[in-house]
């Protein structure tokens, strides 16, 4: 007996205008080389910037400001013991790329796009031509602050995606895809 015969992944960073598509099938799809349920310790570890797990207790860092991460005891950690807590249970990947593996249970369940990636949706300018482009969403909800229109929230459920919509901007901010909040309804 040989192999079972699988369909090649498709690398939505190669594709992106997959993201467009209400009904997304999840298990076809790969973010930088890796699969929703992979191992998370396959993140390559050279393109970690960042990460956050349930050992980090109290975290400083920033824009232009060299990350610091401590556990219950006060005791700085290394971001390579918070990245191997992180792949090992859960947690969030954050790659130099914009890209973000969600982790649970050792395993990716989500990824998250920003940054440069999403200036291929540039074209987008304004929310009627984002709803024309990734179509109506089940869920869309407004983010008002102060009484400014700050952005739309937009879930797709049966694609398992959450698109952000920056009004101030006029662009794509956030897409991600798999197990976050919002994303399979309500």
């Avoid at 990824?111 to 200036?119: D, E, K, N, Q, T």
């Amino acid at each position: 007996m040989g192999r079972p015969y699988t369909l090649p992944m498709i690398e939505i960073l190669d594709n992106l205008d997959l993201l467009c598509q209400s009904h997304l099938d999840l298990a076809t799809v790969e973010m930088g080389g890796i699969a929703l349920g992979a191992p998370a310790a396959r993140v390559p570890r050279p393109t970690i910037v960042g990460a956050n797990s349930s050992i980090v207790i109290r975290y400083h860092g920033g824009t232009d400001i060299e990350s610091e991460y401590y556990d219950g005891e006060g005791r700085r950690l290394t971001l390579d013991e918070v990245v191997d807590h992180a792949s090992r249970s859960d947690g969030f990947l954050y790659c130099a790329d914009k890209l973000t593996y969600k982790v649970r249970v050792g395993k990716v369940v989500g990824f998250a796009i920003c940054g440069p990636h999403l200036s291929h949706f540039a074209h987008l300018t304004s929310y009627e031509e984002f709803l024309a482009a990734f179509g109506k969403p089940d869920r869309a909800r407004e983010e008002v602050t102060y009484g400014e229109l700050m952005g739309y929230d937009n879930y797709y459920w049966s694609a398992q995606k959450f698109v952000r919509w920056d009004a101030w901007d006029h662009r794509v901010s956030l897409i991600n895809l798999g197990a976050f909040e919002g994303n399979t309804g309500p």
